[in-house]
């Protein structure tokens, strides 16, 4: 009984081999070499879904990159705890300094001081710039313009009474303008008005009153319903007399800064004493005279002592001393200075 089925099952088995060598046959060289292609997929995808990640997990990463990365985190939290550490301190020495509580946020203060200046437009002060003497200036003495300009509105925006600024007679496409563009940033966003007209044509001429240094008269404060003009004017070569003469032949007062009334010339070894003045230099006197309603500490804002200039002896009323007969006060320091342009 067994050979018989063990005889079975060798027939069976040749059965198969010869059904499998008729395969072969009739597939040939091409199906052999699609069945390994199959095969090599089959082993591959096994391959992949070993190594695979259960899904939903963190994305897989060696310990030498684990290790790096809480380095690095250790590194950004040290960082951010220091800049606190640090702020905090730098908030405490404030506090401490100034002995009041902790300063405003930058935001609060921008918002402070455009409130500020809005409200000089309609109730503070207002000065004018003459802009319409650049047209023969040079590249440098036009730098050096642009420069105080950028000075002047800083001063401006640091007052606690500002005035409302205008600058006259300047075009967006002068040279001027694209020097103001390229040296002062945020020029385009100031807070004050820029126009063409002129600042005659702008004003009614019984409310201006342009400052020059060759007037005869000498300014006694600022009025609320004044319009001041300075000349936004550099020249080298210091040509006199060209704000006074554009103020006359529009019919227009002027008046010049008391120098002469509160400062006397101080001895110094190359005996230079100069009233010539940059218009920031004007701005900051006539800002500080506003605040205070003092032409000594104003004149000693923005006359410094390299102007060979220095405050006379003062009474207890604030006024200067009279000089003595042929204009000398103590010191044999003469009290008159020839005119010079600003």
């Known amino acids: 009984m067994d050979w018989k089925l063990e005889g079975s099952a060798q027939k069976t088995e040749s059965h198969v081999l010869q059904e499998q060598e008729v395969i072969l046959e009739d597939t040939g060289e091409d199906g052999i070499s699609e069945s390994f292609q199959l095969l090599q997929i089959d082993l591959e995808c096994e391959h992949q879904e070993r190594e695979a990640p259960p899904t939903g997990s963190a994305v897989w990463c060696s310990k030498n990159v684990q290790r790096k990365q809480r380095h690095w985190e250790k590194i950004v939290a040290a960082k951010k705890s220091k800049r606190k550490q640090e702020k905090e301190r730098r908030k405490a020495s404030r506090v401490e300094n100034s002995g009041i509580c902790p300063q405003h946020s930058k935001r609060f203060l921008r918002s402070l001081t455009k409130e500020k200046l809005l409200e000089a437009k309609h109730s503070g002060p207002r000065l004018c710039i003459d802009l319409s003497m650049t047209h023969h200036m040079s590249k440098k003495e036009l730098s050096r313009l642009a420069g105080q300009l950028r000075r002047l509105y800083g001063s401006n925006k640091k007052a606690d009474r500002p005035f409302w600024i205008c600058l006259t007679g300047f075009t967006t496409d002068s040279a001027l303008y694209e020097e103001c563009l390229r040296m002062n940033d945020g020029f385009s966003s100031y807070l004050l008005d820029i126009t063409e007209e002129d600042c005659f044509s702008l004003f009614p001429l019984e409310t201006l009153v342009y400052l020059t240094p060759d007037s005869e008269h000498a300014l006694e404060g600022v009025d609320l319903d004044k319009v001041y003009i300075l000349g936004g004017l550099v020249d080298e070569s210091i040509q006199k007399k060209v704000t006074f003469q554009k103020a006359r032949e529009h019919s227009v007062k002027t008046a010049r800064l008391p120098i ?83």
């Not at 110094?268 to 004493?273: A, L, P, R, S, T």
């Not at 002592?305 to 044999?332: F, H, T, W």
């Open 260 to 342: 002469q009334e509160y400062m006397v010339r101080s001895q110094n070894g190359k005996n230079y004493h100069s009233e010539i003045l940059a218009i920031n230099q004007v701005f900051d006197i006539l800002s500080t005279y506003f605040e205070t309603q003092n032409w000594p500490e104003a004149l000693k804002k923005g006359v410094s002592s390299r102007k060979g200039y220095v405050l006379q002896n003062l009474v207890d009323d604030g006024q200067p001393k009279i000089a003595s007969e042929g204009g000398e006060v103590a010191g044999g320091a003469l009290t008159k200075e020839s005119s010079k342009q600003w």
